[in-house]
């Protein structure tokens, strides 16, 4: 008797952790299509409110917590507010470290840490660059050792030189290379789920065909 009802409680509890995984699975894509779609930041922003709601329901998912923070990020890139920039950069990095709390030496929170450092440096390139350059670009070259697969890093990377001056090593012509590489990566990348990032092919090609 006593089996029988140890088997019964186990598949109710089968049940409830699936049904919660559903809930939770479904509301990240209702979520993950508004980013895709999002163009403003007012939508960047409401879209990291979002994420950052599922997180706090669901607090052992890295993924709520890290597209938090992306949003965040780009909230604060389409903003283009500098005076802002610092506090932006703070909310998502604080929701970011929720994500590597929860999922260690992950190439998508590293390219997400290179963002943050990036809008740092935004408040005033020339005075900051010194600080959050290597900051930045330290991130990217662990998101590509920690998933060589990942074409992200080498998104960032490419855009990042294309939007540098040439008398500082940017431009086109480094830029290219590199951003052809993250094309080949995106061909070849299949995410491990379907709520796993999938962002920046778009953007990639866009530079790229700016740089033709």
Same mark, same amino acid.
């Given at each position: 008797m006593? +089996?029988?009802?140890?088997?019964f409680? /186990?598949?109710?509890a ?8 559903? +809930?939770?699975t479904k &509301? /990240?894509l209702a979520n993950?299509?508004k980013?895709?779609?999002?163009k403003t ?18 607090k052992?998912q890295?993924?709520?917590?890290? %597209?938090?923070?992306? $949003? #965040?990020a780009?909230?604060g890139?389409?903003k ?6 610092d ?7 604080a929701?970011?470290?929720? &994500? ?7 190439s998508?929170?590293s390219c997400? +840490?290179s /963002?943050?450092?990036?809008l740092?440096?935004l408040v005033?390139?020339?005075?900051r %660059? /010194?600080?959050?350059?290597?900051i ?8 590509k050792k #920690?998933?060589?697969t990942?074409p ?16 500082f090593?940017g ?10 590489? &993250?094309?080949?990566? %995106?061909?070849?990348?299949k ?5 796993y990032?999938?962002? $920046?092919?778009k ?5 790229l065909?700016?740089c +033709?």
């Amino acid at each position: 008797m006593k +089996k029988i009802f140890f088997s019964f409680v /186990m598949i109710i509890a089968a049940f409830s952790s699936s049904a919660q995984s559903e +809930k939770f699975t479904k &509301a /990240m894509l209702a979520n993950i299509t508004k980013l895709d779609s999002a163009k403003t930041a007012d939508e960047y922003l409401s879209v990291a409110a979002g994420f950052e709601r599922i997180a706090n329901a669901e607090k052992n998912q890295w993924l709520a917590y890290y %597209y938090a923070a992306y $949003g #965040q990020a780009l909230y604060g890139f389409v903003k283009q507010n500098t005076e802002s920039y610092d506090n932006i950069a703070d909310k998502a990095a604080a929701l970011l470290n929720s &994500a590597d709390s929860l999922q260690k030496d992950n190439s998508e929170i590293s390219c997400v +840490k290179s /963002m943050i450092a990036t809008l740092h440096l935004l408040v005033n390139p020339y005075q900051r %660059y /010194m600080e959050y350059g290597p900051i930045s670009t330290q991130a990217l070259d662990l998101a590509k050792k #920690q998933d060589p697969t990942n074409p992200r890093p080498y998104y960032l990377t490419g855009q990042t030189l294309k939007n540098t001056p040439e008398q500082f090593g940017g431009g086109c012509k480094t830029a290219k290379p590199v951003l052809e590489q &993250a094309i080949q990566l %995106y061909d070849a990348f299949k995410p491990v789920s379907e709520i796993y990032p999938h962002w $920046g092919r778009k953007t990639t090609e866009d530079n790229l065909a700016a740089c +033709k």
